[in-house]
Nanobody, 115 residues
């Protein structure tokens, strides 16, 4: 199993930036894909970005060109750099890690974009 702890959420102004971090522990060598998802009030959880063990990335259309996902294997950490933030990016952001036998989620971190 893999345990995930997110950090870096908070309040940002429209047009501002935040960086989220997701620290993984446990069976980290079995992680195939890490990703970020978000859930806004009254909406379903949706994919934001994922990165594979081979560093292939996939982004939601709504964040392309503004968000960047990356991972530091030496630190067992994934990051989500969020630039040009918009009010509609407001949500709880969840880190996810998937492997052959598990699908783990972090506890979530709140991101609020407001002036």
């Amino acid at each position: 199993q893999v345990q995930l702890v997110e950090s870096g959420g908070g309040l940002a102004q429209p047009g501002g930036s935040l960086r989220l971090s997701c620290a993984a522990s446990g069976s980290i060598f079995s992680i195939n894909v890490m990703g970020w998802y978000r859930q806004a009030p009254g909406k379903q959880r949706e994919l934001v970005a994922v990165i594979t063990s081979g560093d292939m990335t996939v982004y939601a259309d709504s964040v392309k060109g503004r968000f960047t996902i990356s991972r530091d294997n030496a630190k067992n950490t994934a990051y989500l750099q969020m630039n040009s933030l918009k009010p509609e990016d407001t949500a709880v952001y969840y880190c996810n890690a998937r492997g052959g036998s598990f699908n783990s989620w972090g506890q979530g971190t709140q991101v609020t974009v407001s002036s």
